[in-house]
């Protein structure tokens, strides 16, 4: 804390005006309220020296003094005076003129605009330091590290800590000066010192050996190793270089080239030179290396895997045993290739539907419509490949010929019934999940063997919530009688052509137009059909180009088709498509159905009784070992 001194004194000559006129209280500088002319004296802060003045005049406070900075010897050996808060003090030195200025908290920063210079110097590395301006600072280090040397503000060099490094360089790694780094040399070690300021000193090497590779046993710096001959008797010399560095293979090759000899199943070759002999699986690699001598490089000779035959190492035996207690037996030869199998009464045993089958074979069984084939594998066990291609259920209720394992599908009203063909040819049991009857008479679409519920309709055919009607939707999706008991208003349902109709008080007759007159039926009054009266709907068809003429129900005339005839009868069609093994004889008009490798083909019977182009786009490829299951085409 800064202490004050508060010294009051009075002056009696000043007037009674200026009496009266009052200094207000400042927090900073701490002063005090006071009357004209009062004085106040406080202490300078401890590093400057000096007392400030205050005094009380017209009602303000006016400063009389200032604080100095202290009189001292700096560290570069200069006096200083002492000057006031916020002047400057300069000083001349030998190298030019010095400035300080004197700060509110002391001595601040010297003023470098006339700096003097450091002289200059040669460093120990043999660097040139010219003449410096003073401030600048220079890393003596001549590798890595710092060591700096500054020109101060008396133009005197002064150095500041610091370590210096030798860098990396050469294979040698980093090192602090002053010390020593060793390294392998061949059998021993050489020796570098790290010196004054980062630089590498000389190199001992005088133990170094370059140290024994294949081949070569090691020898002195600047020795030559001739310790090998090639297979030919040509002389193989290598020299070690002062660097402990092998150098290159030479040949005293005044009579030959370098040679490896001939061999059991190698030929005579020249150095460099690589023979290969490839097997089943893998090769024999070797190379005739630098001294003259085959070395083998690969051996990874084998017999290939093939089927049950597990890859095997050149000049083993492999067997396996069979099903039915009989052996295999295969040899793999030198060169890694397999010899023929031996077989010793090696069989597939009968098994169930399946006879007794040599490996390799197919056994054949009969199945549905057809046979079905299976495969006794190499090893003489079963297989789980089958050959069902000839293998198909029969027709039957409508049902297509199938081929085994695939699904036959079949239309509904509404929706399809699938069945599936099994793998022997067997039909199974017919899913009607996705057959439906189809929505009528406000009745939805309907599963089958279900019931379905709708509202009652009135006279006008508006549904009546309060009542409902049933009716049945049978296994095939084709719907029964509607029972229409708690209905107040019945109606006859829509059957085909014949469009719903309400009951009245007597049988309604309903009429639809035909080819020539019309048709009839009556509602009857339990909501029932009547069957149709059409002995005023006469047929029309033309004899001949141009020409018409009219059909009496009951009367016919015929056309000829590709089997049979077509009989034009009121009501009755007797023109069919022939069965061409594949598509069975079907009706004018009908849609046909038949097996494919994968889902069902059909094929369209037109109304002269032609057939037309197969559909298979319901048919796939099924998957086969690589290939995918796959879309026809």
């Known amino acids: 804390m800064i202490g004050f001194l508060t010294i009051l004194l ?15 209280q400042v927090e900073n500088p701490p002063l005090p309220e006071a009357t004209f002319m009062t004085q106040v004296v406080l202490d300078c802060p401890n590093n400057l020296y000096g007392k400030v003045f205050y005094t009380c005049y017209n009602g303000r406070w006016n400063l009389m003094e200032e604080c100095r900075c202290r009189s001292e010897l700096d560290e570069y050996g200069y006096r200083w005076w002492g000057v006031k808060v916020n002047k400057v003090e300069t000083v001349e030195t030998p190298g030019g003129t010095l400035k300080r200025f004197c700060e509110p908290s002391g001595w601040g920063d010297y003023d470098g605009s006339a700096a003097a210079k450091c002289k200059g110097f040669t460093d120990y590395t043999g660097r040139v330091i010219s003449d410096t301006d003073r401030g600048v600072t220079i890393n003596m280090c001549a590798g890595e590290g710092t060591r700096n040397v500054f020109c101060d503000y008396s133009g005197k060099w002064v150095y500041t800590e610091g370590e210096c490094y030798c860098p990396a360089a050469d294979g040698w790694d980093r090192v602090l000066e002053g010390m020593n780094q060793t390294r392998a040399c061949g059998a ?8 004054r300021f980062g630089v590498w000193g000389t190199t001992d090497s005088s133990q170094c050996y370059c140290e024994a590779i294949k081949n070569f046993s090691p020898v002195p710096y600047g020795e030559t190793n001739i310790d090998n001959k090639c297979d030919n008797g040509v002389e193989v010399y290598r020299k070690c270089s002062s660097t402990g560095v092998w150098e290159s293979v030479k040949y005293n090759s005044s009579k030959d080239v370098c040679k490896c000899r001939k061999e059991p199943g190698w030929l005579e070759g020249v150095v460099g030179q690589t023979e290969v002999k490839r097997c089943s699986q893998g090769s024999v690699r070797v190379h005739c290396n630098e001294v003259g001598h085959w070395e083998l490089e690969v051996d990874d000779c084998m017999c290939a895997a093939d089927g049950p035959w597990d890859e095997a190492l050149p000049e083993t035996t492999r067997e396996l045993t069979c099903a039915n ?22 069989r597939c ?14 056994a054949r069984a009969g199945c549905g419509n057809g046979f079905v084939l299976r495969l006794c594998g190499l090893d003489g066990h079963w297989t789980e490949t089958y050959d069902r291609s000839a293998c198909y259920c029969s027709r039957q209720d409508g049902w297509q010929l199938t081929l085994n394992g695939q699904l036959a599908i079949k239309s509904c009203p509404s929706g399809e019934q699938t069945r599936q063909c099994s793998d022997l040819g067997e039909w199974g049991e017919v899913d009607y999940s996705n057959c439906r009857c189809e929505a009528v008479d406000g009745f939805e679409a309907t599963r089958v063997d279900s019931y379905a519920e709708a509202y009652c309709l009135d006279m006008d055919g508006v549904p009546d919530e309060e009542h409902k009607q049933t009716r049945y939707c049978d296994p095939e999706g084709r719907w029964g009688a509607v029972d229409q008991s708690q209905c107040p208003v019945k109606w006859c349902p829509t059957v085909d052509s014949w469009y719903k109709v309400p009951v009245g008080h007597t049988p309604t007759i309903v009429r639809l137009g035909c080819m020539s007159g019309e048709r009839w039926r009556q509602c009857n009054l339990n909501g029932v059909w009547g069957p149709v009266n059409t002995d005023n709907c006469d047929c029309v068809y033309s004899p001949s180009e141009g020409a ?14 590709s089997l049979g005839e077509r009989v034009y009868k009121c009501n009755e069609d007797s023109c069919l498509c022939e069965g061409d093994g594949r598509f069975a004889t079907s009706k004018a008009g009908e849609l046909a159905s038949a097996g494919c490798d994968f889902g069902t083909a059909t094929r369209f019977c037109s109304l002269d009784g032609f057939w037309e182009e197969v559909d298979n786009s319901h048919c796939s490829c099924p998957a086969s070992g690589v290939w995918p299951q796959s879309e026809v085409g």
Do not use: H
């Open 10 to 24: 009075v002056i009696s000559l000043a007037s009674a005006q200026d009496w009266e006129t009052m200094c207000p």
């Open 188 to 195: 021993n070690t050489e020796i570098r010192f790290c010196e």
């Open 548 to 561: 018409e003429a009219l059909l009496r129900p009951g009367d016919s005339y015929s056309l000829a088709c």
């Open 349 to 362: 045993p009968k098994e169930g539907i399946w006879d007794e089958t040599a490996p390799g074979q197919y």
């Open 325 to 346: 207690g009989g052996m295999l037996r295969r040899t793999c030869k030198q060169n890694g290739f397999w010899e023929e199998t031996l077989d010793f009464n090696c």
